[in-house]
């Protein structure tokens, strides 16, 4: 069965810091892999996606994650936080064929101090 | 915009009662997907819908009940409801199944439910 973990339900971190959220997920059989943001009282937003290719994807607002088999991790990054990058962030898993359901993790609510 | 309509945006309702909560998926998109975000469970997947058919089921209740109408709009159906049932219910389509679709989901701004 597939899953995520994300690890770390809060994180903070100084505006024009280094922002890390960690996903490291389970499938049996090779990822899709997703980050979406949600904002206040709004729906989830694709931040960027792998499917194949590339390990190093990048995505909208300066956000990159790496895919790394070996470590079973999706980890987002960017490198300068910004006040507006506040907001609850989540790691997706599909698998490449067969069923689609996509299994999210717990969500990491990212908060930005001045 | 992600293209994906959801209504009501509210509603507030007793125990015991049903309630239908509507989605219009994007414009093409065949598959439909319902998932309930609550804050103690984070975002569950409760089932999928492609053409019409249920493909696939998450933990959803059997208080709980969905369709996808041939116009690819889809219902959620919830009856007997409990304080704990509220919660946000967010819809998201797809473009499809196949090999080739590599696609995200695109969701809605949800329903926000609040049972009393």
């Known amino acids: 069965a597939q899953s995520v973990t994300q690890l770390g339900s809060h994180v903070s971190v100084s505006e024009g810091a280094l922002v890390l959220l960690r996903c490291n997920y389970s499938s049996s059989v090779p990822p899709y892999l997703f980050w979406y943001v949600q904002y206040p009282n709004q729906g989830l937003q694709l931040l960027l996606k792998?499917?194949?290719?590339?390990?190093l994807v990048k995505g909208i607002n300066g956000f990159e994650a790496e895919f790394k088999k070996s470590e079973t991790s999706f980890h987002l990054t960017k490198p300068s936080a910004h006040m507006s990058d506040a907001a609850e962030y989540f790691c997706a898993v599909r698998k490449a064929s067969g069923t689609y359901k996509y299994i999210f993790g717990t969500g990491t609510r990212l908060k930005v101090l001045a | 915009d992600s293209g994906v309509t959801q209504t009501p945006k509210h509603l507030i309702t007793a125990t015991g009662q049903r309630v239908t909560l509507r989605c219009s998926p994007r414009s093409g998109d065949l598959s439909v997907y319902w998932y309930q975000q609550s804050l103690d469970q984070g975002l569950q997947f409760l089932i999928q819908?492609?053409?019409?058919?249920?493909?696939a089921k998450g933990n959803i209740l059997e208080r709980f009940s969905a369709q996808q109408f041939p116009d690819l709009h889809s219902e959620l159906n919830l009856s007997s409801l409990e304080l704990g049932d509220s919660a946000l219910y967010f819809c998201a389509s797809s473009v499809g199944l196949g090999t080739v679709n590599t696609g995200e989901l695109f969701f809605g701004e949800g329903s926000r439910l609040t049972v009393l």
């Open positions: 819908y492609y053409n019409g058919e249920e493909r």
């Open positions: 792998y499917t194949t290719g590339a390990t």
